[in-house]
């Protein structure tokens, strides 16, 4: 695994360039990231291009030794450029138009700014395509980021009746299909048809599903035309784009499609702040963030491309966006780095090598503090680079357990929640923490991928369900946990022929006859375990599995296959993971609270994410390679595997 | 008692109505409400009706003997119509269009709009007016659902100004009934006048007060222009319209005064949610409602329209608008079903027959199931059609004890609360429920009503009071309990000549020289109960009848009127009901907590609201001729009038 | 001290003009103030002016002995003005125009508004400069009330532009200063700059910065405008402004510099419930106020104006504008007042005379009701005016701590708090309420303010520290307490070359190499105190004078000036200023919690804040010459210097 930075030659007097590189190769660093937000240096007057500066810092920075990852800078169209086109902005859900003066001021359905972005990208990848250095392009920064994705423009409203009419063919079919007979919304062609925002009151859930799955098209098709004038000018470089944390906006797995590797940008302790951790964890792991967050993103984004993957931002200290912003507890960034290698990454980039000393980021770290002294990260980058030496390249195997994920899911539940506090993403996070808490390591897989080879699937909702999937599943031996709602939809967001779970009662014979979302504190009580938030009511001939005091059945189960009918805690997955466990041949771990473990195909690594010394001698690895059984905070300890 | 259900035939393959209809009058049913939301079927272009799908529609429940009330489809105006008048739309309190896609995008002060609303109407009345199965209209569908009384268009400023110069006759009568000299307000001209939005800080309160005024006016001359169309092409059926739940945007006495029947739509589990209830009481009343809420709006309702009243939307099943959506206990359905006529409804039609599978409703339940399977409430329509026809019609009489709601006072306290805890419904339902928990039947009546024949007057409070208002209590000799700020305003929200209670200060003689209001946990303490929100200082020669322990007076009476100068808690209130109950000979029950009595001219009704069994034989009413004096949670209990 | 009141006679029938002033004058005042909102009775049709009403108003309060005050009545322009130029109105950070119907309907940057205010100013200061009466005026009304100073119209993008240059020179020098290379934010010409508004994500803080600090200067551009014509036309009278509570929006030093006295308008009970205060606090000082509340404001708007000031509005009761509003124990209003007197008011007048009955604040108490009759501050205005009588006028000295307060710092912070609970105002109270619970006197100071002559010197934290402070503190030999962030910042808002605390580490040579934000209850435990919310990393060859258990460095002291480098909790702030007051030689008090102790040149005042009776005997002050040593609650007591 190489270790790189996130570097602005920009931001630097010149004199600074050769030295900084020289650094970045002595902390052991191999790659360097440029060039992602310097549209005005590139191009300071419409058509006047400046590349004297950035071919003097590629230079100098490959002649250091360092492989370059060069990003075209769409993200952040200078101000010349928005005020020759200034409909190009996107428009917000309430009408307002989002300008110029910070980043990602631009509408994805913006013809005229699709012709620039390829102009840009052309511009870049005709000067440095075939540059000895340049080893790999970053397509703009973080699509999406400050809920970007969704624009409400007239350029997004024509193109979403251009893709509705491709979807539909008529725009009869667009009305059945939606259902807009019910309060009398149908179109009589799709010119009538708007962007589902502004109205009364909510619109049709199957307006809004289409609307957001032509927008997270228009990202995929704005990234594509990139990636083609970027392979077509710059051979056998790997293309990537950088993702986000528990980010849902677009589908990550159809942008991944055209991506070499795919990329994230690591934030644990912004992200344990920002989400829906309890205010317990957020203290408990206030400066570790909470132990499944960078592992979960690690095992998603992995499975969006392939299996190829990195970090091209790694949190090297306290950020600067997050209500609070604490610092990592010593030891973190080490951490992190070597849990991203444990689970396959091929890079971890920190953000950023020199923490900038102006503007919105002053107060992000950096490997570098702003008067160019070595933060605390740099020596954990040091720390990290001899570790990498030491125990060599790690390959991963596929993992034993597969959790199935889908944008498409994530955003049929945030348009119809039912009850507010039905998060898809909680729900995943969950399911999957529940698998780590006993030491399995898994695999985050779309609804598309192939699901043979694995000892065990879990499905923690899915909303709609199409035939094809139903037969694959069918085809499974393994035991498969499948949780509530699931093929409760139709791909259009409407209840299926014969009720939930739709076509899954193919396989579980089961009809949802009637569902239940409960308020914060009212829980149906089970044997040792609760169920809460949502609860669905069964037709069925089987008995229950499990089932609430009162009687009422929670788990189903036909064959290899069970349903769990409500939103279970973390006692009722435990013990659904043990069952599946045992009937799955896997071995689960007793873990103490905040460890961590995963497998590359030659060594075991564990990760210590309490605030406190855990001794884990008894989970009986024998002798570590890197680091001691009797473990600090912060502590990462090494097996090999025998 | 009717029962009935909302149908959508336009919703359902058109081979399915005639097996609906023969399942409805098998459930006992004989009632059906349909076209509310239509327009886009009847009219799908402008001018060109398509009469064939609701004719047979119409022929087809009408041959299952079925009775039909029809809606006007204003509600939702089609996308064409919207096009061809785009300034018809709403525009929200910042400034904002209310657009096209789901429903209730129009303006009360548009006169494009109402003219076509006039057509429309006059179109299906031609059509129908005189159909034998055709017994009753419905006007539109819950005006002001989703906020939409006030609209701060140029069509509702206009309308607004000419409102003004109808009210005032000159600017100097309207500058000095607001005060406008205040900061500079005065205007010179009708013309200057704008709607009370997007000013630096508050408008002034009186500009406020006749903006509600005038909003709510619009929607009663909109909806009269409907019924005396019906009128006129529809002879001798019922008019109604269905208002909607612990909603004050404007005045139902007012808009109920042109209709034949007062109805509303009953959803006591989203209510429960929704509104100001305690985290406790959400929870314990978790599937049943608050056991006053219902009762609340039947007693409310039946006081808009001279006594004639129904339910034209009730909750069969978990809905989909709640931030939580729980499922009705079983028995619930029939509870609601049966105490609605033990308040003397003429009917209760379930929204809706069967759940619709698409659109902004379909987690929305009805009497069937999306596959057409009878869902819970079916069951629960049967038994209380059965219980309809061994007990027989019911008959109301008077109710002994009469509680005094006013439009005008909700908004009153909205605009000007002066503390913010300070909540007109919020008080008025304290109040009721106070008295209902003493098993006593309430009318709750407008301020214009005859109060003689009460044995006891309740008015919870009554911000302007008018000489002939004062001249009518007067002449009352039964006990009257009056509240805080009852008095306190002019017609214009302004503060009376002499101070508050302003008129009242003839029957008390009293005068309230400041107010407290009083942040959440501060309280005065009385003995054995106390005050909260807000407590007047009161300056007179009476010596109170109840103190605080420091010595504020805080109820003062004098002969048989009674006045509170504080927000009373529950404890204070009983005291109040068991004093004013013991002079006005009024017999008071010990109910235990859940359990609500209400009383027809031949029968006594028992509700059991809590969730679990509740044994009242203790009450004596001896052996019931439905049910069980040992009640299961949601059971009904019915004993005959000796 | 005089006592005085705001009356507005435009409010009252001609007829009571005579009587009113004859019960001002009766009441112990000899201070009217007039005119403040009267614009549309002053010049009710464009370029008509009504002089008569006026002429005859301030005639008769003279001749009852009154002297006047007369306001510009610029915050309130006519419907007709507005309408003769609708973009003279503000637009928000939303794009809303923020419109007629209350008041402070303009943006401070409209040059044609700028001309109205001034023709406006010179009508009245033609008329009424040279009057014997008129012995002051106060510009406008407080400007900046209802978040008025920052307005994002296109007069003030304009203007804002023009500012840039002016303070730039070149744009280059301005991206320079930005940082706007950061996200390709450069301008190539100052007309490409817009206010920092609408963008996507927060716009670059020094953008925002600069922009507080136009819109501040645009406020004292517009004030100056005024006072340079009242100077002309009327000489000899003072001029003033009434500046508000914990209101930090424009620099108030700045618009003070052109001010011959400040005033400001002192609230204590809406203020405790409006801002940051717990729970605890505001219920146990629901109806006195936080004790430091208005001192806190004396002390500052002191600093303001070369010492001379005065509060043009007192609280007498009740008001209309906080969330809840509560009203004044008895002997409150009397407390506030005496306690203004003792920091050395001018003058204290009472708002308003009579509560008026109509529009905005007709639920804000005066000194008489609505009705006429006294309202009970009354009598306390009364017993004040003995007390006057009986002490006689008081001087005021210098005091001896001084604590120094930046309008600029709390912008800083407001732009960029890096942590949520990070609030500049409340750090200063924090400070300033330790020193005034041991019963010190202190003086709140701007930055450039002369230090020196002071015991002790307080900087609760000043980000950005020029060299010339430094000098000026250098020079200084008494104990100075300098809190954290301080030096973090330079005049743009970016990160010092060499760290924080920039120029400080000339004088403590520590470097900051990285913060910590910390969420609500997570504490640093120190001996008997904790830190909290915010803890900054020093390096430094110095050993902390106080530390952390787990070894942090808190404190660092050299020589006479220490540094914290963390929020302290009220026991930390304890002991240093213990430890300060004993190298200072400041004797320090133990007040029971509740009391204030402050002193004038001849007097020791002591209040009550507590809700309960405290004796203050222990203090050993001797005989009081007004009260009692055993103080009732809001009792006031004071006694001579020895
Ligand atoms: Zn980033
Ligand atoms: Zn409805
Ligand atoms: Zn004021």
Not at 329 to 340: I, K, R
Not at 502 to 520: A, F, H, N, Y
Request: aromatic share 12%; with cysteine.
């Amino acid at each position: 695994m190489k270790l790189g930075c996130c570097y602005f030659p920009e931001h630097w007097p010149e004199e600074m360039w050769a030295d900084d590189a020289r650094r970045m190769r002595e902390m052991g660093l191999s790659l360097v990231r440029i060039g992602e937000f310097a549209w005005s240096r590139i191009e300071p007057e419409p058509g006047r291009f400046d590349w004297g500066w950035l071919d003097r810092a590629i230079e100098t920075l490959a002649d250091a030794g360092l492989t370059i990852m060069l990003c075209t800078p769409t993200a952040t169209p200078p101000k010349w450029l928005v005020d020759s086109m200034p409909d190009m902005v996107a428009i917000d859900e309430q009408g307002r138009p989002r300008g110029f003066g910070s980043r990602r001021h631009y509408c994805f359905s913006h013809q005229g700014y699709r012709e620039q972005s390829r102009r840009i990208t052309r511009a870049l990848a005709e000067r440095y395509g075939e540059h000895r250095a340049i080893t790999a392009w970053q397509t703009d920064n973080e699509y999406g980021c400050h809920d970007t994705v969704l624009s409400f423009s007239d350029a997004a409203a024509e193109a979403f009746r251009a893709w509705c009419a491709a979807r539909y063919g008529t725009v009869e079919a667009l009305n059945t299909a939606w259902g807009n007979v019910f309060w009398s919304m149908e179109y009589r062609s799709f010119a009538e048809i708007d962007p589902p925002h502004l109205t009364v009151t909510e619109a049709n859930p199957s307006h809004w599903l289409d609307y957001r799955r032509f927008a997270s098209d228009q990202v995929v098709s704005f990234n594509a035309a990139q990636v083609a004038i970027l392979r077509d000018l710059s051979p056998g470089r790997d293309v990537t784009h950088n993702f986000m944390g528990f980010f849902t906006e677009f589908d990550h797995h159809d942008v991944g499609r055209d991506l070499d590797v795919a990329t994230w940008d690591s934030y644990p302790l912004g992200f344990l702040e920002q989400f829906w951790f309890s205010e317990e964890e957020k203290t408990a792991y206030l400066r570790q963030g909470h132990p499944d967050i960078a592992a979960f993103h690690h095992d998603l984004y992995r499975g969006c491309s392939d299996g190829r993957w990195g970090i091209i931002e790694q949190q090297p200290g306290p950020v600067n966006w997050a209500r609070f912003n604490p610092a990592p507890l010593d030891g973190m960034v080490a951490l992190w780095t070597l849990e991203a290698m444990a689970h396959g990454a091929e890079f971890v980039s920190y953000f950023r090598w020199r923490q900038a000393p102006f503007a919105q980021e002053q107060m992000h770290a950096g490997l570098l503090r702003p008067d160019s002294a070595d933060a605390p990260a740099a020596d954990e980058a040091r720390m990290v680079a001899d570790v990498i030496g030491e125990i060599g390249p790690q390959e991963i195997a596929k993992a034993k357990v597969a959790l199935v994920f889908s944008y498409d899911a994530a955003w049929v539940y945030g348009i119809q929640p039912q009850g507010q506090s039905f998060r898809y993403l909680e729900l995943v996070y969950e399911w999957y923490s529940a698998l780590r808490r006993r030491g399995l390591d898994v695999d985050i897989v779309s609804v598309d991928a192939a699901l043979d080879g694995y000892s065990a699937v879990f499905v923690p909702t899915l909303p709609n369900i199409s035939p094809a999937w139903i037969k694959d599943i069918e085809e499974l031996t393994c035991p498969i946990l499948i949780g509530p709602r699931s093929g409760s939809k139709t791909h259009n967001l409407t209840i299926p022929e014969g009720l939930a779970p739709g076509e899954l009662r193919k396989l579980v014979p089961i009809t949802v006859t009637r569902v239940e979302s409960l308020r914060d504190g009212v829980v149906g009580e089970g044997d040792g375990w609760t169920i809460s938030r949502w609860i669905e009511e069964v037709e069925t001939d089987l008995s229950p599995e499990l089932a609430l005091k009162d009687g009422r059945g929670v788990v189903f189960a036909r064959d290899n296959i069970r349903y769990c009918a409500a939103w279970p805690d973390r006692s009722l997955l435990d013990l659904l993971v043990e069952r599946i466990a045992g009937e799955a041949g896997l071995d689960l771990m007793d873990l103490p609270e905040g460890i961590r473990i995963r497998r590359t195909a030659s060594h075991i690594f564990a990760f210590n994410y309490a605030a406190h010394d855990i001794d884990v001698s008894a989970l009986g690895l024998g002798e570590p390679v890197v680091g001691s059984a009797h473990m600090a905070p912060a502590a990462t300890v090494i097996w090999t595997i025998l």
